[in-house]
């Protein structure tokens, strides 16, 4: 029987260690990717997923790379964007409007997010229609989703947080 992932990896660590060699980082990164189950640095996610927006501008070009012109800028973190399809670096995206475009992958986040798309929308102390109404949020803000079930999400808006039903939103709860 051959040798185990795991003696491979302290072999090449004590070499590494000897050897003292600039490397040394690389080697080991390369050695824990080797692992059973570890997944590349490059895995991609299925088509379509959830996405959101990382930073607080971020360009949307009409093609997969930074040759392309920008077709449009966000200025909204957090602003949830569903991706369509993988290219490299790059995602196709589209926006709760409906427009796709590329963005770079470092411009996104795998934080659940949401925008509220159906008019004013109650956010409730608990996830039912009876309980208490603790803030009314207008289509258009945004907020972070957790506690998704049911046909509802826990919505965060800048600290402003209350349950609200899926149906009123756009974005990582689908």
Known sequence: MGTTHIERIRALIRSVFRSRRSFAACAIAG??????????????KKVPYWASI???????????SLDYPSNWIYRRRDLPVKVVQTLGNW????????????MHVRLLSDTQTAIIVRGV?????????????????QPGVVGRLSNC??????????????????????????
Do not use: Y
């Open 121 to 137: 929308s109650p956010l409730r102390k608990a996830p039912n229609d009876q309980s208490d109404v603790l803030f009314r949020a």
């Open 54 to 64: 990382s930073v607080d501008e971020a360009r949307m070009r009409v093609g997969p």
């Open 31 to 44: 050695a824990v990717a080797m692992l059973p189950g570890a997944a590349p640095a490059n895995a991609v």
């Open 149 to 174: 079930g049911d046909g509802w999400c826990r919505f965060d808006t800048h600290g402003q947080r209350g349950f609200v039903q899926t149906t009123a939103l756009w974005g990582g709860s689908k």
């Open 91 to 102: 995602r196709k995206i589209e926006d709760s409007d409906g427009t796709q475009g590329w």
